[in-house]
């Protein structure tokens, strides 16, 4: 049983393109979050939805839109893909947004590469 | 700007013998501090929280807290090979829904 899901896996495209990542968890969680993690190897938070409600939008381009259909999916498309946003994008839940409830669950990441 | 500081590394130690990882934090209302580990092209795994000062042991795993100081960090016991991985620091942002990654320590162990 996979507990945070991504699809796809990798995808590669040129400059100028429009993409679709999905992530899904089957914990329970009232909390998702998306996270690019780039070439240096820092991980950093874009966006979190607590229960379908957006809660923390760090300062991302508004190319970047993610959507939550329920509390157990949430989808990021980006639109115009630059060089720039080459990178691993992870999904994550927790079950609470506070304490120890914060504890991240991370899908498998989706390996974005932008020609 | 909340910040989370790790040195990058990377660390080398022996098999066999103790990895001491340390971080700190510039937020002084942070309540909650993780540890995971990330193996190379995987995605991070939760190895230990802690939200009191003092230890907190899990089999070969210590974390230490010490809020007055700002620091966190971890002891690798008999590391062996297996534990070679980076391992990021993650605090809480004080009152915020998230928490905060530190670049990560890279630790190899050499056997």
């Known amino acids: 049983d996979t507990a945070v899901s991504q699809t796809p896996k990798y995808l590669v495209t040129q400059m100028g393109n429009d993409k679709s990542i999905k992530c899904e968890q089957n914990?329970?969680?009232?909390?998702m979050y998306w996270y690019k993690q780039d070439s240096k190897k820092f991980l950093k938070i874009m966006f979190s939805y607590n229960n379908k409600e957006l809660i923390i939008n760090e300062t991302v381009p508004n190319r970047f839109s993610p959507k939550s259909p329920d509390k157990a999916h949430l989808n990021l498309h980006i639109n115009s893909l630059e060089l720039g946003d080459s990178a691993v994008y992870f999904c994550?839940?927790?079950?609470?947004?506070?304490?120890?409830?914060?504890?991240?669950?991370f899908g498998p990441g989706t390996r974005l590469t932008v020609l | 700007q909340k910040e989370v500081e790790q040195n990058s590394g990377p660390l080398s130690v022996p098999e066999g013998a103790i990895a001491s990882l340390n971080c700190t934090y510039s937020?002084?209302?942070?309540?909650?501090f993780f540890w995971y580990r990330q193996y190379s092209g995987k995605s991070p795994e939760l190895i230990m929280f802690i939200y009191s000062n003092g230890d907190k042991e899990d089999g070969r795993f210590t974390a230490q807290l010490n809020k007055a100081s700002q620091y966190v960090s971890l002891l690798i016991r008999d590391s062996q090979p297996s534990d070679s991985a980076t391992y990021l620091c993650a605090v809480d942002s004080g009152g915020y829904q998230k928490v905060t990654f530190g670049i990560g320590t890279k630790l190899q162990v050499i056997p």
């Open positions: 914990l329970g969680h009232d909390t």
């Open positions: 937020d002084r209302g942070s309540q909650s």
């Open positions: 994550a839940s927790s079950q609470e947004s506070g304490g120890a409830g914060l504890q991240q669950f």
